[in-house]
């Protein structure tokens, strides 16, 4: 009986030739690692340089102001900005994750308008956001009478982050073991107390970390604003979702498009408040994901 052997010279080739590629790869991987970060790096140093001057109390005191940028704040850009991400949060997230449980634990994958629900909500995820302002425009604003205001910017911001919130969603159900719905439902617990008591704490991490990074896209969004028609310069706090507001980006837009070289050190020191706001909303979710983590 012939037994069918390798040569020594092709194992030793093969294992010489492996570990060159992985390390090659590896070195690779950690070049352009290490390139992002340098550049990241840069922007923030220059960032923080530049706007440090202003970085004190009077930019959050304050309102913004044309005629003396030396005191002039971003009050109205951060309560705005606050109001839109909360309003947001509270749209966009139930919907998205009760979507994703749908979709995810009751949908029946062979129905025709199941797939058809899947495929718009992937193609929706990568909309432009001019696109969700155009639509915020024509139907929500215009169409349905809501004005250039709050509850118009929050609504067309939660749309534009929806599918990011469902796809995410969708990817955290799906990783939790499929032993645990089984032992619960051998135990004798229905669907949905499954889904409530084990699947969804379960899934706590990634959906945190999914919803957070989706939000952290609407607080830089300036597009949708722009064809919303939110002013650049107020000199007021929202006072309901039926008020007029501005946001930080579009604020930072209009800083930096003042002739004056003080706007452009107002628009740096608004950029570090922004990233902070964005810090601390990511430190949020790497709590959130790691509290949960220890449970599970």
């Given at each position: 009986?012939?037994i069918?052997t390798?040569p020594?010279s092709?194992?030793?080739?093969a294992?010489?030739g ?6 090659l790869?590896r070195?690779?991987?950690l070049?352009s690692?290490?390139i992002?970060?340098i550049?990241?790096a840069m922007l923030l140093?220059?960032v ?11 930019l ?6 044309i ?8 009050q109205s850009g951060?309560?705005?900005t ?9 749209m966009?997230?139930p919907t998205?994750?009760?979507?994703a449980v749908y979709l995810?634990?009751?949908a029946d ?5 199941n797939?058809l629900i ?7 995820a990568?909309?432009?956001?001019i ?9 929500i604003a215009r169409?349905?009478?809501f004005g ?13 982050v929806?599918p990011i919130v469902i796809i995410s ?14 032992g619960?439902?051998?135990?004798g617990?229905?669907q949905?107390q499954t889904i409530y008591?084990?699947v969804l704490p379960?899934?706590i991490?990634?959906?945190a970390?999914?919803s957070?990074?989706?939000l952290s896209?609407?607080?830089g969004?300036?597009?949708p604003?722009?064809m919303l ?9 929202p006072e309901?979702?039926w008020?007029s ?8 837009y ?8 003080e706007?452009?050190?107002?628009a740096?020191a ?5 990233l902070a ?5 990511n430190?949020v979710?790497?709590?959130l994901r ?7």
């Amino acid at each position: 009986m012939a037994i069918l052997t390798t040569p020594r010279s092709a194992v030793q080739l093969a294992s010489k030739g492996r570990p060159l590629k992985e390390h090659l790869f590896r070195i690779a991987l950690l070049t352009s690692l290490a390139i992002a970060l340098i550049f990241l790096a840069m922007l923030l140093i220059y960032v923080v340089n530049k706007g440090w001057p202003r970085l004190n109390s009077m930019l959050w005191e304050n309102q913004p102001s044309i005629r003396r940028p030396e005191t002039s704040g971003i009050q109205s850009g951060i309560f705005g900005t606050l109001w839109i991400i909360g309003l947001t949060a509270l749209m966009a997230l139930p919907t998205g994750i009760l979507a994703a449980v749908y979709l995810e634990e009751y949908a029946d994958k062979t129905k025709w308008y199941n797939k058809l629900i899947e495929l718009n909500i992937s193609n929706l995820a990568a909309v432009p956001s001019i696109v969700y302002g155009i639509l915020g425009l024509g139907i929500i604003a215009r169409w349905l009478q809501f004005g250039f205001t709050v509850m118009t910017g929050a609504v067309t911001i939660s749309l534009l982050v929806l599918p990011i919130v469902i796809i995410s969603a969708r990817e955290a159900i799906r990783a939790v073991p499929p032993s645990i719905r089984e032992g619960s439902l051998a135990l004798g617990a229905t669907q949905w107390q499954t889904i409530y008591r084990q699947v969804l704490p379960a899934s706590i991490p990634g959906i945190a970390t999914g919803s957070i990074l989706a939000l952290s896209r609407a607080i830089g969004e300036a597009a949708p604003f722009l064809m919303l028609g939110a002013a650049t310069l107020v000199r007021f706090n929202p006072e309901g979702v039926w008020s007029s507001f501005t946001v930080l980006p579009l604020q930072i837009y209009s800083f930096i498009t003042r002739p004056q070289a003080e706007f452009s050190v107002l628009a740096a020191a608004a950029i570090v408040i922004l990233l902070a706001i964005l810090l601390l909303m990511n430190s949020v979710a790497i709590w959130l994901r790691n509290r949960y983590q220890k449970r599970w």
